[in-house]
């Protein structure tokens, strides 16, 4: 897990880490604080934040939603679809999940290198064979992003508004999401000792600073994400271009 895979420091010299825990937050904001912070500030930050409402689809900056997502159910359905700021997969979060997120300058941990292998050797997202965690990496020229998506419970059925992408991870193995994924409640016996001991991990790396984030944006800010919720519009003319291209 993200906990155990942080490595020990000395309390000398540990650069400050700012911490902004959260509850239910759309995950809409949530990437969109993410990437303001990457991008405007200087500091070491990490977020939790304790499930999401509505079930949202969150996909990587160059995923192809004809190729990722079941749309005409996701438009019958009216659900959200995100595209984010960062690299990586397709996930469905809900209320069942629970997300940790490091921005980092690069020189925050000794011996890290910048690239997405090196920043994922922290950390260890299955049991066995079994995952339990989405992550992607946003990476800029001095500093970067890992966020998780980590299952603590997941509803079937929200599983089928996702396809199984043409280009998989090795481990995946054309296999369908229940058959390769798994819940954290049959492995832990809280959220709260989960995210606690993130902190606790947290601690022996750095100076961890509790942070309200009211104190930290302002209403006159001018920054604007590129993170953004498709309209069904958006969802409705990549429909009618994937029927057209059948046609033909």
């Given at each position: ?202 601690r022996e790396q750095f100076l961890v600073e509790p942070t309200d984030i009211e104190t930290v944006l302002s209403d ?29």
């Amino acid at each position: 897990m993200a906990a155990a895979g942080l490595t020990r420091a000395s309390s000398a010299g540990r650069p400050l880490m700012r911490l902004v825990t959260m509850s239910g937050a759309p995950i809409l904001q949530q990437l969109h604080l993410e990437e303001r912070l990457l991008r405007t500030t200087g500091d070491n930050w990490c977020i939790i934040n304790d499930g999401t409402a509505p079930p949202t689809i969150v996909m990587g900056v160059s995923g192809r939603v004809s190729e990722l997502v079941e749309i005409q159910p996701v438009l019958r359905d009216q659900v959200p679809v995100v595209r984010r700021f960062s690299g990586g997969g397709t996930v469905i979060v809900d209320q069942g999940t629970v997300f940790v997120t490091f921005i980092c300058n690069k020189a925050a941990v000794a011996g890290l290198q910048p690239f997405p292998r090196d920043i994922m050797t922290w950390s260890d997202y299955a049991f066995s064979q079994l995952k339990f965690g989405g992550n992607a990496q946003s990476i800029t020229k001095n500093r970067w992003v890992h966020h998780t998506s980590f299952l603590w419970d997941y509803d079937v059925k929200n599983m089928d508004y996702l396809k199984i992408p043409k280009r998989a991870p090795e481990y995946r193995l054309a296999r369908k999401h229940t058959d390769f994924l798994c819940r954290m409640k049959e492995y832990m016996p809280s959220r709260s000792v989960f995210t606690d001991g993130v902190i606790t991990a947290l601690r022996e790396q750095f100076l961890v600073e509790p942070t309200d984030i009211e104190t930290v944006l302002s209403d006159d800010d001018a920054f604007v994400p590129s993170t953004k919720l498709l309209s069904e519009q958006d969802l409705e003319e990549i429909a009618s271009s994937k029927e057209s291209l059948h046609r033909v």
